[in-house]
């Protein structure tokens, strides 16, 4: 099993953290300020979380959402968790997407990520 590169990766801009999730920039973003929720244990998807670990999570991306909008002034936000490779999940370790949104980054807004190029 390949290792894991959210529980190997050491160097990340960690905005928030608590006890059982962690949230950092995203290497590639979709936007500016794109960050990414994980918890500190390792499972491959949402449904294998704990309550407490969503919790934790849910928590941090309200952190995050203040974070973001002092740091890049987005105008909206897509909050995002793809589960399994089908719906376009590509690593294997829980994370949700906290993308801003900024007015004119597409034409059509309409449809949220699936937009965005």
Request: glycine content about 6%.
């Amino acid at each position: 099993m390949p290792k894991c590169i959210f529980c190997s990766e050491l160097e990340r801009e960690i905005i928030v953290e608590n006890e059982l999730a962690v949230a950092f920039l995203d290497k590639f973003p979709v936007n500016e300020g794109h960050t990414l929720v994980i918890p500190r244990r390792h499972m491959e998807n949402f449904f294998e979380a704990s309550m407490q670990e969503i919790e934790a999570i849910n928590l941090l991306i309200f952190r995050v959402k203040d974070v973001l909008d002092e740091r890049y002034k987005p105008d909206g936000y897509n909050i995002g968790i793809n589960v399994g490779e089908d719906a376009g999940q590509t690593v294997f370790h829980l994370h949700v997407h906290v993308i801003p949104r900024y007015r004119g980054d597409v034409e059509d807004p309409r449809g949220g990520v699936r937009n965005i190029k």
